[in-house]
């Protein structure tokens, strides 16, 4: 049996964090100023010099020690955690949210009101066009 340890894949986490901020390989590429294929000859590297991590982790939005640090089941736990806080929380045992500052029927009943509005303005705007343009053709 071997014991040999994963490589520290730089280039891997780099991918990651990349795909989890929901984040294309020319966006990366052109917030650095490269082409699309660095960024896959970068991600393809196990190791990146300083500098060019450094300006990556700035286009990411996270520190160099974030990237060097990243690992796959360190997110799972955090999410893993996320979920029990929440389950185990007044809101996911069903109870209401005392953060809670409207009501969504409120709103959604005003937002209704104020289109029908709307529509009413319209149709009343066509029906003075349809008026004007009747009258235009009886002058004739």
Do not use: W
Request: aromatic share 6%.
């Amino acid at each position: 049996m071997s014991t040999l340890t994963k490589p520290n894949h730089i280039g891997r986490k780099i991918s990651r964090i990349r795909e989890l901020r929901d984040m294309k390989q020319e966006a990366l590429a052109q917030a650095l100023g490269i082409s699309q294929q660095t960024i896959s000859a970068i991600e393809n590297s196990e190791t990146i010099e300083e500098d060019r991590l450094s300006e990556i982790a700035k286009a990411l939005g996270v520190t160099v020690d974030a990237i060097k640090s990243f690992s796959e089941e360190g997110m799972i736990n955090y999410f893993n955690t996320f979920n029990e806080t929440v389950s185990n929380s007044s809101f996911g045992n069903g109870a209401c949210n005392n953060e809670c500052t409207f009501n969504p029927l409120d709103k959604l009943m005003e937002t209704v009101e104020e289109n029908k509005k709307l529509y009413e303005r319209l149709l009343q705007s066509e029906k003075d066009k349809i008026e004007y343009l009747e009258k235009l053709l009886n002058q004739k």
